[in-house]
T-cell receptor, first 114, second 115 residues
């Protein structure tokens, strides 16, 4: 079964628009960890954020913000005032309590049009 | 600078040949991972290793082999038994998940093309 679902395959926005990338996860563990990564055209995945299941506080880092809602099993990522440099593929990932394995979503390809 | 290096960036091989992809890290991480990325399929785990001289199969280990003789190195061999080897291969490392589930750090990847 798919543990992490990123239903949006591709999104295009015009520069300075806000955009939200959705991530829905599935786990039976009470302790788990969620992550977001950015993959620019160069290919290397860049770590953005880590969140554990006991911390539901939303987080903001500059133009980036994350909304974690256990009630809906979602961990959505919003980019405010998007820029061309935000164009990339974004992956959401889940790691369960034992931490042996990350489960990645299929990614959302974001294109920011100047 | 600490990080993960993978070489080469692009690799071309003829069908039927084994090929080894290198991965080195100087982050002092115990755990290392190999992923395969195909268009539209996200990342799939091939093998992972949590300590030296130990490694475990991931979801798609068939046709691949690894070794972990040193903490810093986790080479991946794509054997001729792998039916569709053309893909983008990513290596990652993290602190030991036994201590703390932490983020994985990724190398720049190797794009393998087999013809």
């Amino acid at each position: 079964a798919q543990k992490v679902t990123q239903a949006q395959t591709e999104i295009s926005v015009v520069e300075k628009e806000d955009v939200t990338l959705d991530c829905v996860y599935e786990t039976r563990d009470t302790t788990y960890y969620l992550f977001w990564y950015k993959q620019p055209p160069s290919g290397e995945l860049v770590f953005l954020i880590r969140r554990n299941s006991f911390d539901e506080q939303n987080e903001i880092s500059g133009r980036y913000s994350w909304n974690f809602q256990k009630s809906t099993s979602s961990f959505n990522f919003t980019i405010t005032a998007s820029q061309v440099v935000d164009s990339a593929v974004y992956f959401c990932a889940l790691s369960e309590a034992r931490g042996n394995q990350f489960y990645f979503g299929t990614g959302t390809s974001l294109t920011v049009i100047p | 600078d600490g990080g993960i290096t993978q070489s080469p960036k692009y690799l071309f091989r003829k069908e039927g040949q084994n090929v080894t992809l290198s991965c080195e890290q100087n982050l002092n991480h115990d755990a290392m991972y190999w992923y395969r990325q195909d268009p539209g399929q996200g990342l799939r785990l091939i093998y992972y290793s949590q300590i030296v001289n130990d490694f475990q199969k991931g979801d798609i280990a068939e046709g691949y082999s690894v070794s972990r003789e040193k903490k810093e190195s986790f080479p991946l061999t794509v054997t001729s038994a792998q039916k569709n080897p053309t893909a983008f291969y990513l290596c990652a490392s993290s602190m030991s998940p036994w201590e703390r589930v932490s983020e994985q750090y990724f190398g720049p990847g190797t794009r393998l093309t087999v013809t």
